[in-house]
């Protein structure tokens, strides 16, 4: 009787304890609503488009030079190969035919006035307006550059200061004149009685890149004396020479670049105020970057081997070349 009073308890408070569940207020329901929406994922990608921008030639310097009718051009007239005033009173050399093809990019004729200057003059003659360019063997550098309000275009000759000796001095490399009594260079061997008695040492002291030189001011004036240097360069690479530029041009090229060299394609000329063929004029004239180096500064000129050496093509193992022409 005792158990069945205990489970009689328990029931009781069971049932109780429901009642009192059953009095209590409910909990209200929560639901959680998410809100969902598909999104696209588009990936982009930038595309850079080239618009050509509409040219107007408004070099000064150009139009002064079609005023006057002639390049005035600053030489040397005393470095042999480079600048020279020969015994009929001719400006000849390696600097002075890239005077000539200058001109004739412009007017179709080698229209130049040469003018002589010292070292010390050629800078100030371009910073007076004295001449329009300088085709000098001048050497690009830093302060030149930077300081002398001056612009250098493409390197036309990898010079370097080096040393002359006798051939009987015993002489072979410069260790070998340690000790020994240097004075100024008198004078070039082409110049001396006996050019084959002397010898230039194989090292060089200094890097001495020459080419044209111009005021800075007029962007459009240097890309022109910068690209008629180009031209040239590109013309021996491609086997242009003075001998058969013209038959290249009449006939249908089946390389592009020299379509475009030889103003067959595109519109190149214009875009330096120049006819489009200049280039034909030019190489017609003057030859291309070999023929004019082989003129100056080959076996029958001053004899500067250039096989093996900083100037000869790149595709030879040398440095020279020039951007594309497109």
Not at 3 to 29: D, T
Not at 153 to 160: E, I, K, L, R, S
Not at 232 to 243: D, Q
Not at 259 to 280: C, H, I, N, T, Y
């Amino acid at each position: 009787m005792r158990r069945n009073r205990v489970f009689l308890l328990l029931l009781g408070a069971a049932i109780l304890l429901v009642a009192l569940g059953a009095c209590q207020p409910a909990e209200p329901e929560i639901i959680t609503q998410i809100e969902t929406q598909e999104v696209v994922v588009v990936e982009t990608q930038e595309v850079k488009v080239n618009v050509p921008v509409e040219f107007v030639m408004e070099s000064e310097r150009l139009a002064a030079v079609k005023s006057n009718g002639v390049l005035r051009c600053g030489v040397n007239s005393g470095v042999p190969g480079f600048g020279f005033l020969n015994e009929a009173g001719e400006f000849v050399g390696f600097d002075t035919d890239f005077c000539r093809a200058l001109a004739v990019a412009i007017f179709g004729e080698p229209s130049v006035e040469f003018r002589p200057l010292t070292a010390a003059e050629r800078f100030t003659a371009l910073q007076t307006g004295e001449i329009d360019v300088l085709i000098r063997n001048t050497t690009w550098t830093f302060s030149r550059d930077v300081e002398l309000g001056t612009d250098f275009g493409t390197t036309t000759f990898y010079d370097g200061q080096g040393m002359m000796v006798r051939r009987d001095s015993g002489f072979d490399t410069l260790a070998d004149m340690d000790g020994a009594t240097v004075s100024q260079l008198a004078g070039l061997r082409t110049t001396m009685a006996v050019p084959t008695d002397h010898k230039i040492l194989p090292e060089t002291m200094s890097k001495e890149p020459l080419g044209p030189v111009w005021a800075q001011g007029d962007q459009q004036w240097g890309d022109l004396v910068r690209w008629v240097t180009n031209g040239l360069i590109i013309a021996e690479e491609k086997g242009i020479t003075s001998a058969n530029v013209a038959e290249i041009a009449e006939g249908s090229p089946t390389d592009p670049e020299v379509s475009r060299l030889l103003g067959l394609e595109g519109e190149f000329g214009a875009l330096l105020g120049l006819a489009p063929d200049f280039m034909v004029d030019v190489i017609s004239a003057v030859g291309n970057y070999g023929e004019i180096y082989e003129r100056h500064l080959g076996p029958d000129g001053t004899d500067i081997p250039r096989a093996g050496s900083f100037n000869a093509l790149a595709r030879d193992g040398g440095v020279l070349y020039a951007p594309p022409w497109r």
